[in-house]
């Protein structure tokens, strides 16, 4: 099967990130900040998924992904997985988590909030409820939920 074969495409060291919400793959390459005139990327998108329906891959040769990052990602995908590979095996796996707070990374929706008209670092607090997060901005104290964020 093709997506098969796509999916298990080896690389001898680096970050292989699964299971990200289809369509999302090239906002979390934007979000990484990744020198990309020297990297070797590989990004497969829509691909069947038992779990998600459709899902996005990306796997960056030479390169480790830090918790920092991770944490960025999960503010995207929550549910994609981090693979860290070295010399072709899997070293370490990591489910991501939402941090509980996230500082400058995301735009505020409420046009009215203060952190548009001063040009400030924004500031949100997560709170995970059961059908996903709710992001609190601690300056116009409105909840957003995930579909209406955007990033910086
Ligand atoms: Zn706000």
Redesign the pocket.
């Known amino acids: 099967m093709l997506t098969k074969t796509l999916s298990v495409t080896a690389i001898e060291n680096g970050t292989v990130i699964d299971r990200i919400e289809s369509g999302m793959a090239l906002k979390i390459l934007d979000l990484l900040k990744l020198p990309k005139e020297r990297q070797k990327i590989t990004i497969a998108m829509n691909l069947q998924s038992s779990i998600l329906g459709l899902k996005d891959i990306i796997k960056v040769e030479d390169w480790y992904l830090n918790e920092n990052d991770a944490n960025q990602i999960a503010i995207i995908s929550p549910q994609a997985r981090v693979n860290i590979i070295k010399e072709y095996q899997v070293v370490s796996k990591a489910d991501l988590q939402v941090p509980k707070e996230i500082k400058n990374i995301i735009v ?1 929706p ?1 046009k009215n ?1 203060i ?1 548009h008209s001063e040009r400030m670092p924004t500031s949100f607090l997560v709170e995970q409820l059961s059908k996903g997060p709710l992001y609190y ?1 601690k ?2 104290e ?1 909840r957003f939920l995930k579909e209406d964020i955007k990033l910086k």
């Open positions: 505020c409420n909030c952190t901005c300056y116009c409105r």
